[in-house]
């Protein structure tokens, strides 16, 4: 019949959306933040309220609420 089922499937998987964290701009490329453990080539995940490195599980959180002091 068809071919081997244990063979997976391959979907239409982006591999990684580093691509995603360089900007450019002026002809000068603006990367996104990267983690500080792991050097420059690892970029940090952003979620809602925080950025996360997926590799060594450094977290850095927004410091919005603490923005305005009263
Ligand atoms: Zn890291």
Do not use: Q
């Amino acid at each position: 019949m068809t071919k081997n089922p244990s063979k997976r499937k391959r979907k239409n998987k982006p591999t990684s959306k580093k691509y995603k964290f360089y900007k450019i701009e002026d002809g000068k490329i603006i990367r996104g933040r990267f983690c500080p453990r792991c050097g420059p080539g690892v970029f940090l995940m952003k979620a809602k309220d925080r950025l996360y490195c997926g590799r060594c599980h450094y977290t850095e959180f927004f410091s919005t609420e603490n923005k305005e002091k009263k």
